[in-house]
């Protein structure tokens, strides 16, 4: 069974840090690219990052470019996110997600995990 | 970027009653391998979401055959047959063709 555990949400203070953790299992995590999207609170989805199988390319939406920074440790089976110079708008559920490929083409996210609450505020 | 662009935003639904959901983006979701890149999810209350819909008319595994996509470049629907009390959540369109991957705003399901 696939299962997406995150972690590492909470409350910080504007311009604070804070890195999440996706532990994944039930599947070989090195052969999947990796997401984050998140939710604000009553709103809805959006991308952050996508990392590939092997860690050797990332990409971000424009919003967080520069301060958040997605990585992966596929000997653990897990995911990071590590996020600096947070603001206020950052505050969201954040969803650790699997990528996959279907009729050759992706990415389509078929696995989510059950989210992690990161508050930004004072 | 690519907007995409859904409607309506709040669809209320008697059950056994057929849904229908629109999704618009603004630059074509047409590929040259003939796939159109716009995947349909649903948001159950309290859950997380869920794929329900991929390359604009196939259904993921597991999804009833109630739920159906079509639609082709800017244009495309999600339709539900018969709308069950199982089915209240929030749907949400999403294009993968070009980065950034954006969603819909989201249309939010209930029963009458």
């Known amino acids: 069974e696939v299962q997406l555990v995150e972690s590492g949400g909470g409350l910080v203070q504007p311009g604070g840090s804070l890195r999440l953790a996706c532990e994944a299992s039930?599947?070989?995590?090195?052969?999947?690219?990796m997401s984050w999207v998140r939710q604000a609170p009553g709103k809805g989805l959006e991308w952050v990052a996508t990392?590939?199988?092997?860690?050797?390319?990332?990409s971000y939406v424009d919003s967080v470019k520069g301060r958040f920074t997605v990585s992966r440790d596929n000997a653990k089976n897990s995911l990071y996110l590590q996020m600096d110079s947070l603001r206020a708008e950052d505050t969201a559920v954040f969803f650790c997600?699997?990528?996959?490929?279907?009729?050759?083409?992706?990415?389509?996210?078929?696995?989510w995990g059950q989210g992690t609450l990161v508050t930004v505020s004072s | 970027d690519i907007v995409v662009t859904q409607s309506p935003l709040s669809l209320p639904v008697t059950p056994g009653e057929p849904a229908s959901i629109s999704c618009k983006s603004s630059?074509?979701?047409?590929?040259?391998?003939?796939?159109?890149?716009l995947d349909w999810y649903l948001q159950k209350p309290g859950q997380s979401p869920q794929l329900l819909i991929y390359?604009?008319?196939n259904r993921a595994s597991g999804v009833p055959d109630r739920f159906s996509g079509s639609g082709s470049g800017t244009d495309f629907t999600l339709k539900i047959s018969r709308v069950e009390a199982e089915d209240v959540g929030v749907y949400y369109c999403?294009?993968?063709?070009?980065?950034?991957?954006?969603f819909g705003q989201g249309t939010r399901l209930e029963i009458k």
């Open positions: 990392i590939e199988p092997d860690g050797s390319d990332t």
């Open positions: 997600v699997r990528v996959i490929v279907l009729a050759g083409t992706g990415p389509h996210f078929d696995y």
């Open positions: 390359l604009a008319s």
């Open positions: 630059q074509s979701l047409l590929y040259s391998n003939g796939y159109n890149y």
């Open positions: 039930g599947f070989t995590f090195s052969s999947h690219h």
């Open positions: 999403m294009q993968g063709l070009q980065g950034p991957i954006t």
